[in-house]
């Protein structure tokens, strides 16, 4: 009977049909697949390598089929890392990235200026998907509420959830509603990450994001601005007089979105960069009366 494999031989044997199948993250995506699924820690990969695994290794197998065939690593494990905390996925969410936790860095940034920590303020998170963003701006800001809107109620559910996880649930109110249209209170920030990408480009996407993210969280008409049109038009309804208006945008559209806001009555006031140095969120104010 030959002798089971240890770790350190599926590892390797991971990364190698990653890839060979393709996959850039090969190694990376080999090691967060064996940890989830063998309930292995980073140490364990070294310290028993030369070991066999303690579970069985059919599941880990599956998933990297399931990896081979394009499916992200983190849609595969249904969750993901943000910030401070693990977001559940699901089909009505887009999967939340490195680049949005430069849009919080922004918020936190500008609300803890005009509220610091203590101060309770409301703020609308438009398109919430999994809740990411206003999770982690609930977390970092104890007495603040936001209303977390998004068309679809199987998103608001997601959110909702993870909410509960994080423990900012009773500070959350979930709405369905497209874009501002259905807020019937004042705000004091509207935070989004709507979708940006142009219409012509999504079919040209890593099969992992067009296959795998909701079309409407990506899909931002022909010029990849109508979302920011929607907000824009909306804002004066809703965002106090002294409001931010707060909003990831796609590589390259910073001037088109400042002009949009510009035209609403929002004064630009900075904007923070992504790792890859790309323009990526942008902050906006109402002038105070």
Same mark, same amino acid.
């Given at each position: 009977?030959?002798? #089971?494999?240890?770790?350190?031989?599926?590892?390797?044997?991971?990364? #190698?049909?990653?890839?060979?199948?393709?996959?850039?993250?090969?190694?990376?995506?080999?090691?967060?697949?064996?940890?989830?699924?063998?309930?292995?820690?980073?140490?364990?990969?070294?310290?028993?390598?030369?070991?066999?695994?303690?579970?069985?290794?059919?599941?880990?197998?599956?998933?990297?089929?399931?990896?081979?065939?394009?499916?992200?690593?983190?849609?595969?494990?249904?969750?993901?890392?943000?910030?401070?905390?693990?977001?559940?996925?699901?089909?009505?969410?887009?999967?939340?990235?490195?680049?949005?936790?430069?849009?919080?860095?922004?918020?936190?940034?500008?609300?803890?200026?005009?509220?610091?920590?203590?101060?309770?303020?409301?703020?609308?998170?438009?398109?919430?998907?999994?809740?990411?963003?206003?999770?982690?701006?609930?977390?970092?800001?104890?007495?603040?509420?936001?209303?977390?809107?998004?068309?679809?109620?199987?998103?608001?559910?997601?959110?909702?959830?993870? #909410?509960?996880?994080?423990?900012?649930?009773?500070?959350?109110?979930?709405?369905?509603?497209?874009?501002?249209?259905?807020?019937?209170?004042?705000?004091? #920030?509207?935070?989004?990450?709507?979708?940006?990408?142009?219409?012509?480009?999504?079919?040209?996407?890593?099969?992992?994001? +067009?296959?795998?993210?909701?079309?409407?969280?990506?899909?931002?008409?022909?010029?990849?601005?109508?979302?920011? +049109?929607?907000?824009?038009?909306?804002?004066?309804?809703?965002?106090?007089?002294?409001?931010?208006?707060?909003?990831?945008?796609?590589?390259?559209?910073?001037?088109?979105?400042?002009?949009?806001?510009?035209?609403?009555?929002?004064?630009?006031?900075?904007?923070?960069?992504?790792?890859?140095?790309?323009?990526?969120?942008?902050?906006? +104010?109402?002038?105070?009366?």
């Amino acid at each position: 009977m030959p002798e #089971a494999p240890t770790i350190g031989e599926l590892l390797a044997e991971a990364r #190698a049909e990653l890839a060979v199948a393709g996959i850039d993250s090969a190694a990376a995506d080999a090691r967060i697949l064996m940890m989830d699924s063998l309930g292995l820690t980073s140490t364990d990969l070294h310290l028993r390598s030369g070991q066999p695994p303690s579970r069985p290794v059919e599941p880990f197998r599956q998933r990297l089929l399931r990896r081979m065939a394009g499916e992200p690593v983190y849609r595969i494990l249904g969750y993901r890392p943000f910030y401070a905390h693990e977001f559940t996925l699901s089909a009505d969410t887009l999967e939340p990235r490195p680049d949005t936790e430069t849009l919080v860095d922004l918020a936190i940034e500008a609300l803890s200026g005009r509220f610091g920590r203590q101060t309770p303020f409301l703020f609308a998170d438009i398109g919430t998907g999994t809740g990411a963003i206003a999770v982690s701006l609930l977390s970092e800001f104890p007495f603040a509420e936001c209303i977390a809107v998004d068309i679809a109620q199987g998103a608001l559910d997601t959110a909702m959830e993870n #909410a509960r996880h994080a423990g900012v649930s009773s500070r959350i109110r979930p709405l369905v509603s497209n874009y501002l249209g259905s807020i019937a209170e004042p705000l004091d #920030a509207i935070v989004s990450n709507p979708p940006y990408i142009p219409s012509d480009e999504i079919d040209g996407l890593d099969v992992g994001v +067009r296959c795998h993210d909701p079309r409407r969280a990506l899909d931002g008409g022909a010029d990849g601005l109508d979302a920011y +049109r929607a907000l824009a038009a909306g804002a004066a309804d809703v965002l106090r007089q002294g409001g931010d208006m707060l909003l990831e945008v796609g590589a390259g559209q910073g001037d088109d979105v400042r002009c949009l806001m510009q035209r609403a009555g929002l004064a630009f006031v900075s904007s923070r960069a992504d790792l890859g140095g790309h323009e990526r969120a942008l902050l906006f +104010r109402r002038a105070a009366g």
